[in-house]
């Protein structure tokens, strides 16, 4: 809400929502992983010049709970959501979902399907996908092509947007210690675990089984920030992290060797940073109700 004299640049802005945000109020440039979403969003903010509401494709995280091996894999649920749809166009539209698999074997239910909403109008559809993976990766999109006839001051035309259908985890970060499981990401993998506690304005993680592995570092992610370690790991929380009802971004594992192998064990996804580790965990604070 400042006036910069410089140029403000935004660094990997993936998320749907932030895509929104920051094109209908927007930096200078920003560089992204995701080069159609990021498109799609700047044709719809071209089209929507007056429109200020949420992205129009709200898929709710989906919570992968404590390691359950299945036959599906740890990284994996029975979820039943809602999908939220809105029409930001001053006019009717026709939409289409349909789901792309990116990485391991999921059943689905209510997808594909089809609607109509008139301008401004909402409506949500229920969706059940179960399945999963041994690890984390790409997750699950869903896409929605909306279409609209000609009318007056407008062609025909259709839009395509996508929301990752992403599978998380969540902690609440407390002064005493929890004890953190890994992902077990194969059916033979033996159990490892981790502690994670607060103390004061940061969050602290030490390595409590590493199941056999030696020459170890412990990871931890916070935000956008990837902090290493030996046995154990830290991180400063950001200043305004008890107010932050929405969760931090986060995500805890260890490196080690295993017969001169290298090998990870994690939380939930994040980790290892880069593309294809699929969504970090959340953690909230104790506070939050």
Known sequence: EEEWPCERWGWSIDDPEELLRLTRHPLFGFNTNEPRRALAVRALVALTPGDEGAYPVQVPPLMVEQPVVQSHG????????????????????????????????????????????????????PVRLRGGSWSPGEDPLLYARFVWGRGPGRERGELILDAPMNRTRAMTLRKDALRVPMLQESPHQPQASMAVWRRGGEVLARIEDAAGLEDLRAVLRLGAEVGYGG?????????????????????????????????????SGGLPPGLGAGAPGLLYPSSRG
Do not use: H, K, M
């Open 74 to 125: 740890g990284w994996s649920g029975d979820w039943s959501f809602e999908v939220r749809l809105r029409n930001p166009f001053g006019f009717a539209t026709e939409i289409a979902l349909a789901l792309a698999v990116r990485g391991g074997a999921f059943e689905v239910e209510g997808l594909p399907a089809q609607t109509e909403l008139g301008a401004g109008e909402e409506v949500s559809l």
């Open 231 to 267: 046995r154990a790991v830290r991180a400063a929380l950001p200043a305004d992290f008890d107010a932050r009802r929405e969760g931090l971004p986060f995500s805890v594992g260890f490196i080690g060797y295993e017969q001169g192998e290298r090998c990870w064990r994690r939380w």
